[in-house]
């Protein structure tokens, strides 16, 4: 399994931006997916998660502004990022599981990492 996050950016306060995942999974029959996210110092924190049938859960910190989605192939989850506010900055890293599982925001559920992209909002 390879996970390979695209590289993230620096965005204004209000901005929007969009990551992606390369997933390489030994199969794509049950898995599931997520993006998680980190601040120095910080536990790393769940944002948001999809599972093979395309159910997804989010973190309330992000639900209305971050949807969650992976092309038709699965070979790429995204993370399409609005209303960016400075507290969204962070290194974000995708995840995922693969065995029958609900997509949940809990790190010790995922095996397998990418290796991280940052992104900063500011003014």
């Known amino acids: 399994v390879q996970l390979a996050e695209s590289e993230g950016g620096s965005v204004q306060i209000g901005g929007s931006l969009r990551l992606s995942c390369a997933a390489s999974?030994?199969?794509?029959?049950?898995?599931?997916m997520a993006w998680f996210r980190q601040v120095p110092g910080q536990e790393r924190e769940g944002v948001a998660a999809i599972d093979n049938d395309g159910t997804t859960k989010y973190s309330d910190s992000v639900k209305g502004r971050f949807t969650i989605s992976q092309d038709n192939s699965r070979n790429t989850l995204y993370l399409e990022m609005n209303n960016l506010k400075p507290g969204d900055s962070a290194m974000y890293y995708c995840?995922?599981?693969?065995?029958?599982?609900?997509?949940?925001?809990?790190?010790?559920?995922?095996?397998?990492w990418g290796q991280g992209t940052q992104v900063t909002v500011s003014s």
């Open positions: 995840a995922t599981e693969e065995e029958p599982c609900a997509p949940v925001l809990e790190q010790r559920r995922y095996s397998y």
């Open positions: 999974l030994v199969s794509y029959v049950d898995y599931c």
